[in-house]
């Protein structure tokens, strides 16, 4: 019967199934599973079609609003998302969850999430690593729209389906690392039980390692808590009368690099001397490096018909605290007393100039860096300055400091790729002391397979580079086999 009615139709079931998984009628391909269910090696036949219907749907559904979805982290996560959900009803509601089409939805997945309209785009591949993890610092970072608990804990859960797929988790690390560190320095987390259950999962994919780093930041505020509570009790109240935070970060754990010279105004040395004097006297021969680039003022505005409070990067402060004595200086003078470095100085005036608390002297309208190229120039507090808000945040990014962030991320991504694979390079060859070429390559693509899909090229670069530096050696008889030196 099962022969006649199943076997010998088998050609006209199938054209039926395209027909009815194009148009996902989730009941009818339930019937046609559970009949066919009844005849052995039938199934399989089906899993490659699945696997291009939900590639084909995913890939038209991508392709809509493209450009958008490449700028906006939460359009691109909620469009994949969506992807994912109607896949996984079909393969539960039609399929009840079978093994092989869960593994071709999980194929299809994987594909639609690196190769898509976005990443064709832009060209990047890895830009699915970094759009995954702008919405993650959406998600966790303080706002007036942030979810309760739950609901924070179920918008991490989706983000993780997203990120099992990506290849190039490197990427992701990199920039969650440097949004993260930038909430916790800022105090900008929505919760720090959110962000402790976020790198928990991140660990449960990849490994210690993988948040290694992570965990050493959470270390570090913490204990700069404690030791802020103990500067106050043990340094004078009487050297400063405003609130002084100091973080203590570890060199190497943080993604953070010094920029730019500034010479501090004296009503914030003071504080920086003691607290240096503190911190030497309790830990002998360590050194303390000053991120002024991360560091951050709250000044007290009473020049303006109203009080405000103006919310300032230190360079900012800087800047303005060179006005407390008088209401004009030249470009240069200013420049001279702060001591910070061009283009950055012409930045930060330009960004106070645009939102008027300073003017030119001829007040002109429009301002530009090429208004500041004369030293001699006039710049003076605009006492007319007025906003709706009392406490107005002036601290913006700057442009090129975006830009050499961004750079910079990128060229480190590459340096620790190489380091990685020569790495796991070395791990292999002094297990196997001897191994040819393409068993090598073979390896060392299934280990990093976790991290990133490195390419054949880099790998033989790094082969090359661990032969110059005489790790390994390559055999005198047969150069397509690699030996170990001890």
């Known amino acids: ?163 099992r797929y990506v290849e190039e988790k490197d990427v992701f690390q990199k920039f969650y690392s440097k949004m993260l560190a930038k909430r916790l320095v800022a105090g900008l987390s929505a919760s720090d039980d959110a962000e402790a259950t976020m790198i928990s999962k991140l660990k449960a994919v990849c490994g210690f390692e993988y948040t290694s780093k992570l965990q050493r930041m959470f270390q570090d505020i913490g204990l700069s808590r404690d030791l802020n509570d103990q500067f106050r009790t043990t340094s004078p109240t009487t050297v400063f009368d405003f609130e002084f935070i100091v973080q203590i970060l570890s060199t190497g754990a943080w993604p953070f690099s010094e920029r730019n010279n500034l010479t501090l105004p004296v009503t914030l040395e003071r504080p920086v001397n003691v607290f240096r004097d503190f911190y030497h006297n309790k830990y002998n021969g360590r050194k303390l490096t000053w991120l002024f680039n991360l560091s951050r003022c709250e000044l007290s505005a009473n020049c303006y018909k109203n009080k405000y409070i103006l919310q300032v990067s230190t360079y900012q402060a800087a800047i303005l605290m060179c006005f407390n004595t008088v209401d004009v200086r030249t470009v240069s003078q200013i420049r001279s007393e702060v001591e910070c470095e061009q283009p950055f100085f012409n930045q930060i005036l330009l960004s106070l100039l645009k939102v008027k608390v300073l003017v030119l002297q001829d007040e002109t309208e429009e301002v530009d860096e090429k208004d500041l190229e004369n030293g001699s120039v006039n710049v003076k507090l605009n006492f007319a300055f007025k906003s709706k808000k009392l406490r107005i945040n002036l601290n913006v990014p700057i442009r090129s400091e975006q830009k050499q962030e961004e750079d910079a991320t990128n060229r480190v991504i590459e340096e620790d790729r190489k380091l990685l694979i020569q790495a796991t390079i070395v791990r292999i060859m002094k297990m196997r002391k001897q191994l040819k070429h393409q068993q090598l390559v073979g390896e060392t693509m299934q280990l990093l397979a976790n991290r990133f899909k490195p390419g054949v090229a880099i790998i033989k670069k790094c082969i090359e580079i661990l032969i110059q530096k005489e790790y390994m050696k390559r055999d005198e008889e047969s150069k397509e086999l690699y030996i170990y030196v001890a």
């Open 1 to 163: 019967m099962e022969d006649v009615l199943i076997i010998q139709q088998m050609e006209i079931l199938h054209a039926e199934f395209v027909n009815l998984l194009a148009e996902e009628k989730v009941e009818e391909l339930a019937s046609m599973y559970s009949l066919l269910c009844r005849v052995p090696n039938r199934i399989e036949d089906l899993y490659k079609l699945v696997e291009v219907h939900i590639r084909s749907h995913g890939a038209t559904a991508m392709a809509r609003n493209t450009d958008q979805l490449s700028n906006e982290p939460r359009s691109f996560v909620l469009a994949i998302l969506e992807v994912y959900d109607r896949s996984s009803k079909l393969i539960n509601g039609a399929f009840k969850g079978d093994h092989g089409f869960a593994t071709a939805m999980d194929k299809a997945f994987g594909h639609l999430v690196n190769n898509n309209a976005v990443t064709q785009f832009t060209r990047n591949s890895a830009k699915i690593s970094e759009l995954l993890a702008r919405y993650c610092d959406t998600v966790l970072k303080k706002s007036t729209k942030n979810p309760d608990e739950l609901e924070l804990e179920e918008s991490l859960n989706r983000v993780m389906i997203i990120f």
